[in-house]
């Protein structure tokens, strides 16, 4: 397995050290905090956990004594630093701090709520980071301009989820972990119910520490795998290690441009995995899970949005992805610290869509939400400084070679 310490190893990553307090959402976790007590309780700790409910002396069925032990050794809940809302309260960007001493950290996640309506029931899906930074480098994206920090760990990153249980089922609760909190708007759901690893970092380059998330998801929290979705800028081996899983998770790839050319600097690990390559993983993903696979596609005015390679990416996915069993989402572009791209105008953007329809490929504009306090896609960057981590070295003037061929 390689390392991501050293950005330019960028299938895999190792855990964080092990130099932190047991993790309870881990196996291995558990057998240390609760040596020597009986089995069930591990499920009693465990179902404490899925509700939000971190503070051992809230967990009412446990002895106290094993609860004073637990408190002394189990990591504190992030702390909620800063909480930002747009939307009528719709979209939340939350700010949580996590980690000790020097491994200590913020990262983003985000709550995107959808309420009832007559033809869709409610949703809560909450948005999560895998990494601290990013080291795909990905020029239009906020973290890939970050750089990569650290990788989280698999309690750090359920823990953005389980944040957002506690606030959707005890909103009154939480408040005196939360700064800053306005109550939730009408006819949100009082569950989280939906996942998307898209948050900060690449999840399949954090590969174990996703998979093990995914399978606590799926298990204890009792989420459909149909409600999970995984993203990736096109890892391989990490998408053929998530089908290995066997179940129906979404999986969403980023890709961003018809063509390798364009591809090699937009999405610079493009470099190792081409497209020929991640298509044929894509395929196969598709036909072991039986689900629909998800094309993103951040659309850049100038740079990968006009009629021309409309055309050249619905021949590239017609000819990959047989049967229609393929959508892209399109995305306008949101603005970033470090480029000045800008979305293509609304006429533009249908066009490109159109011509993806008319081929028979599903395609959607995304309505972004959270615009206006940097919690859209590709806007995630926490404090942190542009270039204070480490990209690949590929990536290493992407922005500039796009722009001198523009």
Known sequence: MSDMSDPTAADT???????????????????????????????????????????????????AALRDELSAAMQTRPRVVKVSEADGGLTRKVLLECGNGARKEEIESVLMLYPK????????????STQAGCAMGCPFCATGQIGFRRQLGVGETLRQVTVMQRLLADPEGSAEDWPELSPLPDGVPDHVTNIVFMGMGEPLANLDVTLDCVR?????????????????????????????????????????????ALRNDLVPVNRQHPLEELLAAARDY???????????????????????????????????????????????????????WAAPTVEQQRAFADVLVDGGISATI??????????????LYANYQVASGRILPVAVGAAERITGRS
């Open 13 to 63: 990553g190792t855990p964080p050290d092990t130099g932190t307090p047991p993790d309870p959402y881990t196996e291995g976790g558990l057998d240390v905090l609760l040596d020597g007590q009986p089995g069930y309780r591990r499920g009693q700790l465990t179902e404490w956990l899925t509700k939000g409910v971190e503070d051992p002396q809230e967990m009412t069925n446990l002895p």
């Open 117 to 128: 309506t007559e033809k869709r029931a409610a949703r809560a899906t909450v948005c999560i």
């Open 216 to 260: 606590w998801l799926h298990g204890p929290f009792g989420l459909s795998a149909r409600s999970i979705t995984v993203s990736t800028v096109g890892l391989v081996p990490g998408i053929r290690k998530l089908q290995a899983l066997d179940l129906p998770i979404t999986l969403a790839v980023s890709l961003h441009a018809p063509d390798d």
């Open 286 to 340: 598709l036909e072991a899970t039986g689900r629909r696979v998800t094309f993103e596609y951040v659309m850049i005015a100038d740079v990968n949005s006009d009629v021309a390679q409309a055309h050249q990416l619905r021949r590239l996915l017609s000819h990959h992805m047989p049967g229609g069993l393929a959508h892209v989402n399109l995305i306008p572009m949101n603005p970033t610290p470090a480029v000045p």
């Open 366 to 379: 995304r309505a972004n939400r959270g615009n206006d306090i940097d919690a859209a896609c590709g806007q």
